[in-house]
Structure formats: C-alpha cells, structure tokens
C-alpha cells in the first residue's frame, strides 16, 4: 500500500524556477553557492578598479598632470584695486639719497659767530671756535659737490666748520703763497681713522681756495669714476689704450663753470686750439664761455677739457694772468685699482687707463707741475674703501719715513754713536714689503715718483679745547641738550676715542637718549 505522505525527496522537486544541473563538480558546487561581489576582500590591488580621479579641490591627491594643465596656485589680481601712485621716474631715487639740506629753519639760530674770511682762516685766537660758512662759497661747495649726506648739515641753521690745528696751517699756506706769488706745489694725501674729518678738512681747504679766487677742480668721489656706471669709449689715437668718459666730463664742466664763473669769466683765451669739426673759438672768447661749450656737448668734453688745461697750467704774463690751482679728490682708494669697466678683449681695465684718472695722477706724481703754483690734496676713505694692498704699503711706508726724518733731527746735539743707533732704530720702522703679497706696481710707481714730495697727513683726534667748543655750538644749537661742562666734555672726549669728531657726534647728538 502506498503511503499519502509526500516525502522529502518529492516536495525536493518542487522548485520555482529552471532546474539545475543534477551532475555537478566540486568546484562548480563551490562558485555556485559562493556570492559573485564579496563585500570585503584582501587580494591585490588589481583585483578591484582604481578610483576615480575628483575634480580640483575635491582634496584627493591627484595623479601626474596632464600636459598643458596648470596646478600651481595664482594670485588673482583683483581689478580696480587700490592705486599705488605714479613709480619714481630714472635718477629720482638716487637724487633723494643724495639729496643734501644745508638749512634747518627749527634750529636755534647762534648769534655772534663770525663768518670764514680771509683774515680769520689765519687767526691763531680763533682755534676751537666755529665759523660760518659765508652764502656765496656755500653755493661754490653745493656746486662741486663738497656736502657729504653723513655731514650732518640739517641739524643746524646755517653751514659752519670747526678752526681745528690742520685748518690754520692750510690757512697759513694759502696766505703765504698768495703773498709771495711762488709757483710751489703741495702735494698731500689725508689718512686717517673713520670719523677723524678727512672730508671735511677737504671740504675747508675748498672753502679757503674759492675765498683766495683759486681755479677749484674737485672729483667728489673716485669710486664714481671707477665703478662701472659712466659710458665710456676709447680714446683714438692713445698708447696704450686710454678710455674717456664723456658724461662724467660734461658734468664735472659743468661744475668747474659754475664754482669758478667769478675767475673763469675774467680770464681770455691765449692759446688757439682745435677742437672735433674744425670748429671755430673767438679769440677773445672767456674760458668760462669754453666750459660752457664742453658742459653742453659730451662729444665736445674731451677737447675742452684739455682746451682748458692748457690754458690754465700756461705761465701767467700780465696779459694773461692765471690764478693758483687747487685739485682735489676724495676717496683715493677707488683709482687706485682695476675698475669695473671692461676692454674689447674682456679684461679688468685699471683705473690709471683712464684719461681723467691718468690725469690727476701725472700731477700727483710730480710728472707733471702747476706752474703758477697750487696745492694737489687727495683723501682716504676708511668708511668706504676698497682692499688695496698696495696703497696701503706704500702709504705707511712713505709715513714711516716723514716720521724718521723728523725724529732724526735732533734738537740738541748728540754724540756720532748715539746719533747713529737712534737712525738705525728709525730705520728698521719702515715697513717692507711682504714676501707673499702680489702689489700693484703701477700704485707703487704713482707714489714712488713722487717721493718725498708727496706729503702724508695723519688725521688725529680733536683736543680737549676743540672739542669743548664743537659741544659748545651743539648746545646753543638746540641739538645738545646737557650743560656743557668740564666733566661732560671729558667724558664725551673719552668715549669718542680720543676727541674722534665723527664719534663724538654720534655720541652727543645721534644717540642722546
């Protein structure tokens, strides 16, 4: 009999759906009940696709960029922003930082104190008192560019200068070579530490030639000459090969015709000279109308330069009389070394091969003289001064030697062997050259000709009573404000090294508390 109850096996073969397979493998058994997308797995990365890349600022690293695409940030500028003014035109930055205020109208103006003349440069009674400089050779000094920004000038109400010991002996000099009408030539070089007035010793002898009606030629910076900033040519026809620098030349015309027009328009030609384009020159023309002509044309500078040299250094007759000559420099170190300037086969050009450096050195070097007399001065710059190892030797070696020769005179007489150990201990003070140190032997030549006829002069610290009367003025200035004493002046005299003027206004005027 057969049973009604379905069994298992029967209800198995009802199933919605196709029928499967009824052989099956392992392997096929295993895939079949194995789910087709696991939700996790550990295989390797390319098992599952990468992901894809977002969009800029989406804060996924992205991938190498595409060629052309840009990635890096760009500041966006936004339009019509803020104006920022009209930008310095050419030279206007550098006319601010040279820009020199010789007035302060907030200064106490000091009353009583006598201007610099003739008569006063002289007097003894006048050391360490100050002295105005008068309105004229104010204008003369402005125009060849004596005024140093670091001078100080806009503290005070007017220009002034301090009568120290050096300023009465070149008042001295002056006053002798203008009475005795003697064509001697002073050749000087002014050393010194930093802050010790080397530039405004020469700033005195400048107000000192223009008061006497001297020919002035300055060159207020060497390092202006040599540092690469001047168009420069060849000079045609030179051997060797000089170069000339004509925009310089016009503008230190310029300066020549404007502090010498009061002794340049009284003066005539007496000389004919050729000058580029056969161009023709009144007979009768003033030399101040010749400066005039070189200061408006660089092509021109050159040849009036010389024009006018040759009629300055000609031997002055009653028709033609020709005043004392002063040359000036300042920064010394600066011409005497390669300059920044390059020749046609790309090397150094030395300063000396340039015209107006060559110039003033054939007269510093006694090759070539004033004839009507003058004084040759040039000074050292400690604050502003290139390695020249050179000039620096032979600068304290023909030191060591003016110091010998004057210790070597004795005042008293003295036994022949005694006389013979204190020159021989004299002598073994003069520096030698280094054994492995490479000189220049064109610096060494320039100073070598001139031998003991280039004189050295050391620049020493103020005395006590110069610089009582330097902190004098300060006060009734308004720019010091202690009481002037005794104790106060010996403590600033200290503190400055020893009366060092450029220290001793640093630590009076510029750093008061």
Not at 5 to 18: D, Y
Not at 71 to 98: I, M, N, Q, V
Not at 338 to 364: G, K, N, Q, R
Request: glycine share 8%; aromatic share 6%.
């Amino acid at each position: 009999m057969t049973s009604t109850t379905p069994c298992w096996r029967c209800l198995t073969q009802f199933r919605h759906g196709p029928r499967t397979p009824t052989s099956f493998t392992p392997w096929q058994r295993l895939t079949s009940i194995a789910p087709t997308s696991p939700a996790f797995s550990t295989s390797a990365a390319l098992s599952n696709p990468a992901p894809k890349a977002k969009r800029p600022g989406g804060g996924m690293t992205l991938g190498p960029p595409k060629r052309g695409e840009q990635r890096t940030f760009r500041h966006k500028k936004k339009k019509g922003g803020h104006d920022k003014g009209r930008p310095p035109g050419p030279g206007e930055r550098k006319a601010l930082r040279k820009r020199i205020v010789l007035s302060n109208t907030n200064a106490i103006e000091v009353h009583g104190m006598q201007d610099l003349s003739a008569k006063t440069m002289i007097d003894m009674r006048l050391r360490g008192q100050m002295l105005g400089i008068p309105g004229p050779v104010v204008d003369q000094l402005r125009a060849v560019e004596a005024f140093k920004v670091s001078q100080g000038w806009g503290l005070f109400r007017r220009p002034s200068m301090l009568i120290r010991k050096e300023t009465l002996e070149y008042g001295k000099i002056f006053d002798s070579m203008d009475s005795s009408q003697t064509d001697q030539n002073i050749r000087r070089i002014l050393v010194g530490e930093k802050g010790s007035g080397k530039s405004m010793l020469l700033l005195q002898v400048l107000s000192m030639a223009f008061l006497k009606n001297w020919i002035v030629i300055n060159i207020p910076d060497a390092m202006d000459l040599t540092n690469g900033h001047t168009p420069y040519s060849p000079l045609p026809g030179s051997t060797p090969t000089q170069y000339i620098q004509k925009t310089y030349l016009t503008t230190l015309l310029s300066s020549i015709g404007r502090s010498n027009d009061s002794v340049l328009s009284s003066l005539t030609l007496s000389h004919t000279h050729a000058l580029p384009g056969n161009m023709p020159l009144q007979s009768n023309l003033s030399l101040s109308g010749l400066v005039s002509l070189g200061a408006s044309d660089p092509d021109l500078a050159w040849p009036v330069f010389l024009a006018l040299w040759r009629e300055l250094s000609s031997p002055s007759t009653s028709a033609h009389p020709r005043p004392p000559i002063l040359l000036a420099i300042d920064g010394l170190g600066h011409a005497m070394k390669l300059s920044a300037y390059m020749s046609s086969s790309f090397t150094p050009i030395h300063a000396h091969d340039l015209a107006l450096v060559s110039w003033f050195m054939e007269h510093l070097s006694e090759a070539k003289s004033l004839p009507n007399g003058g004084i040759i001065l040039a000074a050292t710059s400690e604050s502003n001064h290139p390695l020249v190892p050179s000039l620096k030797f032979k600068l304290a070696q023909l030191e060591a030697k003016q110091s010998t020769a004057s210790s070597s005179s004795f005042p008293l007489p003295l036994p022949m062997d005694a006389f013979l150990r204190a020159t021989d201990q004299d002598a073994t003070k003069v520096p030698q050259p280094a054994p492995f140190t490479k000189y220049d032997e064109r610096v060494i030549g320039v100073l070598s000709n001139g031998g003991d006829n280039i004189e050295i002069q050391r620049l020493k610290g103020l005395s006590r009573d110069e610089a009582r009367g330097l902190m004098e003025y300060w006060a009734k200035s308004g720019v010091l404000r202690q009481t002037v004493s005794e104790g106060l002046v010996g403590e600033k005299w200290t503190i400055s090294g020893g009366g060092m003027i450029g220290e001793l206004e640093r630590g009076c005027i510029r750093m008061r508390v």
